[in-house]
T-cell receptor, first 115, second 117 residues
Framework: NAGVTQTPKFQVLKTGQSMTLQCAQD?????MSWYRQDPGMGLRLIHY???????DQGEVPNGYNVSRSTTEDFPLRLLSAAPSQTSVYFC??????????????FGNGTRLTVT | AQKVTQAQTEISVVEKEDVTLDCVYE???????LFWYKQPPSGELVFLIR??????QNEISGRYSWNFQKSTSSFNFTITASQVVDSAVYFC??????????????FGTGTRLKVLA
């Protein structure tokens, strides 16, 4: 019963470095998504996916790439980290189809600091 | 476009007081879902309730109750007899169901509730 697993929990990067935040779920959920949480800004959607091979941009996609090669995994890539990407990142998944949206299951978050 | 507004940034109440957290949403669809989540100081996000657009019945769960009014596009959350353990950030969210297969969950900016002993 792992649910949604995010790694790492903490990360410090220097400006310009790249890294991948990992997200895996074992609930066979088609819908997966990435959010960033900043003070006063709530949870903002970065990218989301409604199934393997299908991704789309959310509210704040710039500076981030995603891919969805399997149902289980949805990694988030920062190609060239910037201080503005310092944030807490949450991965979430749900069972959803064209007519029904279940609640999102969230991972425990990754706290990223870019210096 | 979807939008969720939580105008109350922070609310402080004294224990045992009742408190209502406001949520106003915008959507063009007739089929959608509304959610409330709680984020305690430990940081995890905890699901509280889901409501679909066809069900305007109010719901009560213990000290929690929710008032859904489509006429005002609001989905407000009331905590009765608040307790210190209710201190958290509360998020309202909206998801549109779509026959095209694309949908997304959009969150409000959250309301920080502080319950003082």
């Amino acid at each position: 019963n792992a649910g949604v697993t995010q790694t790492p929990k903490f990360q410090v990067l220097k400006t310009g470095q790249s890294m991948t935040l990992q997200c895996a779920q074992d609930m066979n959920h088609e819908y997966m998504s990435w959010y960033r949480q900043d003070p006063g800004m709530g949870l903002r959607l970065i990218h989301y996916s409604v199934g393997a091979g299908i991704t789309d941009q959310g509210e704040v996609p710039n500076g981030y790439n995603v891919s969805r090669s399997t149902t289980e995994d949805f990694p988030l890539r920062l190609l060239s980290a910037a201080p503005s990407q310092t944030s807490v990142y949450f991965c979430a998944s749900s069972y959803s189809d064209s007519f029904y949206n279940s609640p999102l299951h969230f991972g425990n978050g990754t706290r990223l600091t870019v210096t | 476009a979807q939008k969720v507004t939580q105008a109350q940034t922070e609310i402080s109440v004294v224990e045992k007081e009742d408190v209502t957290l406001d949520c106003v949403y915008e959507t063009r669809d007739t089929t959608y879902y509304l959610f409330w989540y709680k984020q305690p100081p430990s940081g995890e996000l905890v699901f509280l309730i889901r409501r679909n657009s066809f069900d305007e019945q109010n719901e009560i769960s213990g000290r929690y109750s929710w008032n859904f009014q489509k006429s005002t596009s609001s989905f407000n959350f009331t905590i009765t007899a608040s307790q210190v353990v209710d201190s958290a950030v509360y998020f309202c969210a909206l998801s549109e169901a779509s026959t095209s297969g694309t949908y997304k969950y959009i969150f409000g900016t959250g309301t920080r509730l502080k319950v003082l002993a």
